[in-house]
C-alpha cells in the first residue's frame, strides 16, 4: 500500500496533501499559524482529526510528540549524528534510519520492515513517497514522517 504526501507550496500555513495509490486525496495535513513550535494535525477528507503532532520546547534537539485520537502514542527525537540522520523513537518498538540527505528512510519493527519513506526530487514542493508493508500502520506512519520533516525543518530554522 502505498501514500503520497505532496506540501502546497502558496499557502500562508505549512499544509500537505496526502493522496493513496489512485492519486486520490485521503487525508490533509494542516500547521497551526499562529503557535510556538510546531502544532501540526492531520485530517481525513470527512475532515475528523486521526491524528497531531506537538513539538516538545524545551529540548536541546527537535522532539515530538506524536498523538492518535487524542492519546499520545509516541515520541521522535532528532539524535545528534554527523553523516545520516537519526531519531529516537519511542513507539511500538520502531526504528528509522535514513541516507546521508535524509530523502530516503526506512522504518523497522525489530528487523522487520513496516514503511519505506523515499523523498521525491524535482518536484514544486516536498513530495514524500510512503510504501507500507502492513496497512495498519498507515496513521502512524504518516504521522512518523511528518514529524521527522518537522524536525529536519526545525534544524534549518
Request: glycine fraction near 6%.
Amino acid at each position: 500500500m502505498k501514500l503520497m504526501i505532496n506540501q502546497r507550496v502558496f499557502s500562508l500555513t505549512d499544509t500537505d496533501d496526502v493522496y493513496d495509490e489512485s492519486e486520490t486525496p485521503k487525508y490533509f495535513v494542516k500547521s497551526e499559524f499562529l503557535s510556538i513550535g510546531h502544532n501540526i494535525h492531520v485530517y481525513d477528507t470527512n475532515n475528523n482529526e486521526v491524528g497531531a503532532i506537538h513539538q516538545r520546547l524545551l529540548a536541546f534537539l527537535p522532539k515530538f510528540e506524536i498523538e492518535i485520537n487524542g492519546t499520545t502514542v509516541g515520541i521522535i527525537q532528532k539524535e545528534l549524528s554527523f553523516f545520516k540522520p537519526k531519531y529516537d523513537i519511542d513507539c511500538n518498538g520502531w526504528k528509522v534510519n535514513g541516507d546521508l540527505f535524509g530523502w530516503d528512510y526506512k522504518v523497522y519493527s525489530g528487523s522487520a520492515p513496516i514503511v519505506h519513506i523515499s523523498k521525491e526530487p524535482f518536484h514544486w514542493g516536498d513530495t514524500y513517497m510512503l510504501d507500507f508493508y502492513n496497512p495498519e500502520d498507515e496513521i502512524m506512519g504518516l504521522l512518523l514522517v511528518i514529524a521527522i520533516d518537522a524536525a529536519n525543518c526545525s534544524d534549518k530554522k
